[in-house]
Nanobody
């Protein structure tokens, strides 16, 4: 039984930081091939924000490169998305995804709203 639960979303002001957490239960995060964060804004398609492979490699969308960081908290079986210098265009529902071979597991999403 695999479950991903995101948390940390909310209302933040432009320029501020926010940390999102994705807790995996029922399975170690090291059993997955990769973990990733996606986001979806109203009227837009879901887009890939950041990817973290089992080997520790990271890939970021150009729109967040230099501002966002994806990482693992091994002790808590958690994947982190650290978001700095937030902009209004970062407003979206953020989703955590885990991949094993051709199977994907998704969290329920957490809303991030960047507004003054």
């Amino acid at each position: 039984q695999v479950q991903l639960v995101e948390s940390g979303g909310g209302l933040v002001q432009p320029g501020e930081s926010r940390r999102l957490s994705c807790v995996a239960s029922g399975r170690s995060i090291f059993s997955f091939d990769a973990m990733a964060w996606y986001r979806q804004a109203p009227g837009n398609q879901r887009e890939l924000v950041a990817t973290l492979t089992l080997g520790g490699d990271t890939v970021y969308a150009d729109s967040v490169k230099g501002r966002f960081t994806i990482s693992r908290d091994n002790a808590r079986n958690t994947v982190i998305l650290q978001m700095n210098s937030l902009k209004p265009e970062d407003t979206a529902v953020y989703y955590c995804k885990a991949r094993k071979l051709w199977s994907d597991y998704w969290g329920q999403g957490t809303q991030v709203t960047v507004s003054s």
